[in-house]
C-alpha cells in the first residue's frame, strides 16, 4: 500500500509569508503527528490529529497550526513566517495513535525561509 | 522537555563490524523505538521495545532496555555501507498518546 505522502518537497518562502504544507497518511490511518527537525533543535513535535481533531500540542507558538479532514489527510500552516522556521517537516501516520503503535513517516517537507 | 539522549553522537566504523548506540532517558515511559534517517529524508521504523521487554531482534538488530537505568541500547551486527545513516530513539511517555519523543540522534557511518 502507498506510504505516507508529503507535499510538496521542498519550497522557498519569504520571510513575513505563510505557508500550508499537506500529508497524505497510509490509508486507514487515523492519527497523523507533525514533527519539525532542525539541525540545532533536532526533531521536534508539533501537533497530533486523531478523527478530524487536535489531541496532542507540542511547545510551538499559536503560528504554527493544522487540521485534519475526514479523510485523515491533515495540513499544517505556518503564518508569517521567520528565518528560524527553516526545517524539515516531517509528517507521520499511525493506526491509532498513542501508546505502542509504530510510526510511518513521509519524506518530507523541506521549508526555507529567506 | 524530557528527551532521549543518544550516544555517541556520530560513529565511524568498517563494514562487517558491529556497530552499537546508546539511548538514556528521563522518566518512565510506555515504550522506546529507534528509528533510522537517510540524509535529511524521513525516518524509517526499526524496532519497538515495550517497557516490559528487556531485549528485541529484527535481523541485524538487537535491542535491550533496562529500565531501571533508563536506558537502552542498538546493536547493529555485520553492519554495511548501506546502514550509514543517522539513528534516533524515541520514547512515549506513560499515559501519553501519539508523542514522540526523539533524542538527538548518533550519526553512524559504515566504511566500504
Known amino acids: 500500500k502507498a506510504g505516507v505522502t508529503q507535499t510538496p518537497r521542498y519550497l522557498i518562502k519569504t520571510r513575513g509569508q505563510q505557508v500550508t504544507l499537506s500529508c497524505s497518511p497510509i490509508?486507514?490511518?487515523?492519527?497523523v503527528s507533525w514533527y519539525q527537525q532542525t539541525p540545532g533543535q533536532g526533531l521536534q513535535f508539533l501537533f497530533e490529529y486523531f478523527s478530524e481533531t487536535q489531541r496532542n500540542k507540542g511547545n510551538f507558538p499559536g503560528r504554527f497550526s493544522g487540521r485534519q479532514f475526514s479523510n485523515s489527510r491533515s495540513e499544517m500552516n505556518v503564518s508569517t513566517l521567520e528565518l528560524g522556521d527553516s526545517a524539515l517537516y516531517l509528517c507521520?501516520?499511525?493506526?491509532?495513535?498513542?501508546?505502542?503503535?509504530?510510526?510511518?513517516f513521509g519524506q518530507g517537507t523541506r521549508l526555507t525561509v529567506v | 522537555s524530557q528527551q532521549g539522549e543518544e550516544d555517541p553522537q556520530a560513529l565511524s566504523i568498517q563494514e562487517g563490524e558491529n556497530a552499537t548506540m546508546n539511548c538514556s532517558y528521563k522518566t518512565s515511559i510506555n515504550n522506546l523505538q529507534w528509528y533510522r534517517q537517510n540524509s535529511g529524508r524521513g525516518l524509517v521504523h526499526l524496532i519497538l521495545?515495550?517497557?516490559?521487554?528487556r531485549e528485541k531482534h529484527s535481523g541485524r538488530l538487537r535491542v535491550t532496555l533496562d529500565t531501571s537505568k533508563k536506558s537502552s541500547s542498538l546493536l547493529i551486527t555485520a553492519s554495511r555501507a548501506a546502514d550509514t545513516a543517522s539513528y534516533f530513539c524515541?520514547?512515549?511517555?506513560?499515559?501519553?498518546?501519539?508523542?514522540?519523543?526523539f533524542g538527538k540522534g548518533t550519526k553512524l557511518s559504515v566504511k566500504p
Open positions: 490509508s486507514g490511518h487515523r492519527s
Open positions: 507521520a501516520s499511525s493506526f491509532t495513535g498513542g501508546m505502542g503503535t509504530e510510526a510511518f
Open positions: 521495545i515495550r517497557s516490559n521487554e
Open positions: 524515541a520514547t512515549v511517555l506513560g499515559g501519553s498518546q501519539g508523542n514522540l519523543i
